[in-house]
């Protein structure tokens, strides 16, 4: 058969000389710079344009943006401009902030085990506060935490955002399932604890409330067993 040889050049690293950012003044730049791992010293060491991580640190100052309530913003691809003799690089981004959302209404639907009172003591969010989709995610899986906790374990919480001006209407679609109880409880698969020592670790007992963070609860206190 044909032999074939690729030959590959990698050429010469090339000098990161500065990563340069227009717009986004709504962030200091000194908040912005720490997301750049790129402009890091590493001693001794030149700092080096490397695309992957410029990639990353770009998600992460278009994360800190979200964070801030800058939900649509924009982080444009980076242009990169070469030296002359191509050692050397410096980097341009332009970010389009756009507007700043703070949480709107928030309603619910469905989670009819609980009051809209009880709903809105258990959400993490209140209206006026900075919207982002890290807060909006917590406040989910706190809601799913408090329905686990009354015996619904197979709870689905999800929510549909409407960015309307500058406000972010939060509606939580809430999927409860049916309430569990514990059964019969079976122990099988020991051969050094005893079943009573396995027994005493359990933090549920028959007839309670079906519970994922329970059973979780057992199974750390298990393996302190």
């Known amino acids: 058969g044909r032999t074939v040889r690729v030959l590959v050049d990698r050429g010469k690293p090339v ?3 500065a990563v340069r950012f227009s717009g986004g003044t709504s962030i200091p730049r000194e908040r912005i710079d720490k997301q750049m791992t790129s402009l890091k010293s590493q001693g001794l060491r030149k700092r080096l344009l490397r695309p992957s991580v410029l990639a990353e640190d770009l998600a992460a100052v278009r994360a800190l943006f979200r964070e801030e309530g800058y939900t649509r913003v924009v982080i444009s691809p980076p242009q990169i401009s070469l030296s ?15 507007t700043r959302f703070t949480v709107g209404e928030v309603s619910y639907s469905g989670g009819s085990a609980a009051s809209e009172e009880q709903l809105r003591a258990w959400t993490p969010l209140r209206q006026g506060e900075t919207f982002s989709p890290r807060r909006l995610a917590e406040a989910e899986q706190a809601l799913k935490e408090r329905f686990d906790a009354l015996g619904y374990p197979d709870v689905n919480v999800e929510s549909r955002v409407e960015l309307v001006g ?19 409880i079976a122990i099988e698969g020991n051969r050094i604890t005893k079943d009573r020592t396995i027994a005493r670790a359990l933090t549920f007992g028959v007839g309670d409330v079906a519970s994922n963070q329970a059973l979780l609860a057992s199974q750390q206190r298990l393996y302190r067993t």
């Open 15 to 17: 000098r990161l000389r």
């Open 84 to 98: 002359a003799d191509g050692a050397s690089a410096e980097v341009d981004v332009v970010i389009r902030e756009g």
């Open 166 to 184: 500058e406000r972010a209407d939060i509606v939580f679609e809430i999927a409860a399932g049916d309430r569990k109880t514990v059964g019969e």
